[in-house]
């Protein structure tokens, strides 16, 4: 039997009902115990406004229109109700009720069963095999704190050693060696004696030994008992102590027997008279230079200083120029030269010079005939060939002394100022073997007793053709005519 109801109990049902058959499955006939039917419905209407328009049917939303115009609630949003007497009662049962309703529908989102999504089957394509990275090399543990002790080699000297081993190995005699010792020892010698501090003999020796041998400085540096570092350091003061008394060993002569027994040497080889000395140039191999590499290539193809030396009778250096590189032409580099100046200015004179036909003839150098046409010219040619051979002599002399400038050790690892500076001093150091008769391989040879050289002085001051016919005309014409006078006696 159904009990009574008030009006608003059944309206609420009903809405209740009819809302139960729509989405929502919550009974608010289940909440209104112990609350007012007024403030359950209410609560209702807010909640359900709450709900998106999009989850709303028709229906739902034409009784929520129906308790709300029921009730007397003109405003979804409005917080009084008719019948309350007082916003503080209603406030009191808002609050409990609507988190009710918030975790019943919290229960039925729970119940909902959600379709498990499938898992997509990702297709793996096969991979190539990673190559294995290399072993990491492994390096040696460095021990820390454990100084390398300094190992002091034997150094060499000329103590314990002959004469002739001297010779053999420095290319100098002991007397020499000792000579030039005294004359650089102010600029070689240790300012100390501390730290076994190399002395000036071992570094002069040293350095001979490079220059003589013609090895790397590795090679050289063992042999004399110091680092190749150590021996790289001290080569350049050597060097240039060396080179600061060039001129008490290469020059000219300064008085007049000098000039005289240069002139009288030259006579003694072909009869040539007032010769000076026989110029010519010589190539010294060097690596290729780093700037302006193409101008040190010479002719036969390899990289070179052209080095202009001017010789006497016995193979002495009397003038060097060696700051040109190998592509320079010779005579553009005795135009260059101080001798070439000294000739033209008056400074020196009293004699001529020889040189090849590469030359261009002057009235103070001898040039070969180019086309010989008469005996006389061809005694001449021969004369002047056997002359200008000292000077090919001395190259070969001064590159079998020091094979540091010969081509056939390799060149010289050096830039082409290094160069010029160590044929300086190999130059000055064959003057010193000269002055002390060392033995050489090349003899200069010399000609059956000839007459006195005549005492008259040559004439330079004509053309270069003029000076030359008459050399030919006053020493090979009367020559010619001799053998002539010979040829016809042993006729009759």
Same mark, same amino acid.
């Given at each position: 039997?159904?009990?009574?109801?008030?009006?608003?109990?059944?309206?609420?049902?009903?809405?209740?009902?009819?809302?139960?058959?729509?989405?929502?499955?919550?009974?608010?006939?289940?909440?209104?115990?112990?609350?007012?039917?007024?403030?359950?419905?209410?609560?209702?209407?807010?909640?359900?406004?709450?709900?998106?328009?999009?989850?709303?049917?028709?229906?739902?939303?034409?009784?929520?229109?129906?308790?709300? %115009?029921?009730?007397?609630?003109?405003?979804?949003?409005?917080?009084?109700? @008719?019948?309350?007497? %007082?916003?503080?009662? /209603?406030?009191?049962?808002?609050?409990?009720?609507?988190?009710? +309703?918030?975790?019943?529908?919290?229960?039925?989102?729970?119940?909902?069963?959600?379709?498990?999504?499938?898992?997509?089957?990702?297709?793996?394509?096969?991979? @190539?095999?990673?190559?294995?990275?290399?072993?990491?090399?492994?390096?040696?543990?460095?021990?820390?704190?454990?100084?390398?002790?300094?190992?002091?080699?034997?150094?060499?000297?000329?103590?314990?050693?002959?004469?002739?081993?001297?010779?053999?190995?420095? $290319?100098?005699?002991?007397?020499?060696?000792?000579?030039?010792?005294?004359?650089?020892?102010?600029?070689?010698?240790?300012?100390?004696?501390?730290? $076994?501090?190399?002395?000036?003999?071992?570094?002069?020796?040293?350095?001979?030994?490079?220059?003589?041998?013609?090895?790397?400085?590795?090679? !050289? %540096?063992?042999?004399?008992?110091?680092?190749?570092?150590?021996?790289?350091?001290?080569?350049?003061?050597?060097?240039?102590?060396?080179?600061? $008394?060039?001129?008490?060993?290469?020059?000219?002569?300064?008085?007049?027997?000098?000039?005289?027994?240069?002139?009288?040497?030259?006579?003694?080889?072909?009869?040539?008279?007032?010769?000076? =000395?026989?110029?010519?140039?010589?190539?010294?191999?060097?690596?290729?230079?780093?700037?302006?590499?193409?101008?040190?290539? #010479?002719?036969?193809?390899?990289?070179?200083?052209?080095?202009?030396?001017?010789?006497?009778?016995?193979?002495?250096? +009397?003038?060097?120029?060696?700051?040109?590189?190998?592509?320079?032409?010779?005579? /553009?580099?005795?135009?260059?030269?101080?001798?070439?100046?000294? &000739?033209?200015?008056?400074?020196?004179?009293?004699?001529?010079?020889? =040189?090849?036909? /590469?030359?261009?003839?002057?009235?103070?150098?001898?040039?070969?005939?180019?086309?010989?046409?008469?005996?006389?010219?061809?005694?001449? #040619?021969? !004369?002047?060939?056997?002359?200008?051979?000292?000077?090919?002599?001395?190259?070969? +002399?001064? @590159?079998?002394? &020091?094979?540091?400038?010969?081509?056939?050790?390799?060149?010289?690892?050096?830039?082409?100022?290094?160069?010029?500076?160590?044929?300086?001093?190999?130059?000055?150091?064959?003057?010193?073997?000269?002055?002390?008769?060392?033995?050489?391989?090349?003899?200069?040879?010399?000609?059956?007793?000839?007459?006195?050289?005549?005492?008259?002085?040559?004439?330079? *001051?004509?053309?270069?053709?003029?000076?030359?016919?008459?050399?030919?005309?006053?020493? /090979? *014409?009367? @020559?010619?005519?001799?053998?002539?006078?010979?040829?016809?006696?042993? =006729? $009759?």
């Amino acid at each position: 039997m159904r009990t009574a109801r008030s009006d608003g109990q059944s309206a609420a049902l009903a809405v209740s009902d009819r809302h139960n058959n729509g989405s929502s499955k919550i009974n608010i006939g289940r909440l209104a115990s112990g609350v007012g039917t007024i403030q359950v419905v209410f609560c209702y209407i807010i909640y359900s406004n709450s709900i998106k328009k999009s989850n709303k049917t028709k229906k739902e939303r034409a009784y929520l229109d129906g308790c709300e %115009s029921l009730y007397g609630v003109r405003h979804r949003h409005t917080w009084l109700a @008719k019948g309350t007497s %007082s916003t503080s009662v /209603f406030m009191e049962a808002f609050g409990p009720i609507m988190l009710l +309703l918030l975790k019943a529908e919290q229960e039925e989102q729970r119940k909902i069963k959600r379709p498990k999504r499938r898992k997509e089957l990702k297709v793996v394509l096969p991979q @190539k095999p990673k190559p294995k990275p290399p072993p990491a090399p492994t390096r040696k543990q460095q021990v820390l704190g454990v100084r390398r002790p300094r190992i002091f080699r034997e150094r060499t000297g000329l103590e314990g050693m002959t004469d002739e081993e001297v010779v053999e190995r420095y $290319h100098l005699p002991k007397g020499a060696i000792m000579d030039l010792y005294e004359l650089i020892r102010v600029d070689i010698d240790p300012l100390t004696q501390r730290s $076994h501090a190399i002395p000036g003999m071992v570094k002069l020796l040293n350095c001979l030994h490079f220059f003589t041998s013609g090895s790397f400085q590795t090679k !050289a %540096s063992a042999v004399g008992g110091v680092s190749q570092s150590t021996f790289s350091r001290f080569l350049v003061p050597v060097i240039q102590a060396l080179k600061k $008394h060039v001129h008490l060993f290469i020059g000219f002569p300064t008085d007049k027997s000098g000039w005289q027994s240069l002139k009288r040497g030259f006579y003694q080889i072909a009869g040539l008279p007032h010769v000076i =000395g026989a110029v010519d140039c010589t190539h010294v191999a060097l690596s290729a230079p780093h700037e302006r590499e193409e101008i040190y290539r #010479n002719k036969k193809g390899y990289h070179s200083v052209n080095v202009q030396i001017i010789a006497d009778s016995h193979c002495k250096i +009397l003038s060097l120029f060696s700051a040109f590189p190998g592509s320079s032409n010779e005579s /553009f580099i005795l135009r260059q030269s101080s001798v070439y100046e000294g &000739f033209e200015s008056g400074k020196i004179g009293g004699g001529w010079l020889v =040189g090849g036909s /590469f030359y261009t003839s002057l009235p103070w150098l001898l040039t070969p005939v180019t086309e010989p046409s008469t005996d006389a010219d061809k005694l001449y #040619n021969e !004369a002047q060939s056997r002359t200008c051979s000292v000077i090919e002599k001395t190259f070969k +002399l001064l @590159k079998t002394r &020091f094979k540091c400038l010969n081509k056939s050790g390799g060149g010289l690892q050096y830039d082409p100022t290094k160069v010029s500076d160590i044929i300086v001093a190999c130059c000055i150091l064959h003057n010193i073997a000269v002055q002390h008769n060392v033995p050489a391989d090349y003899i200069v040879e010399k000609s059956r007793k000839l007459a006195k050289m005549p005492n008259t002085e040559p004439e330079l *001051s004509d053309s270069a053709q003029a000076v030359r016919s008459r050399i030919i005309k006053n020493y /090979f *014409s009367c @020559k010619c005519q001799k053998f002539r006078s010979l040829y016809s006696l042993k =006729g $009759h």
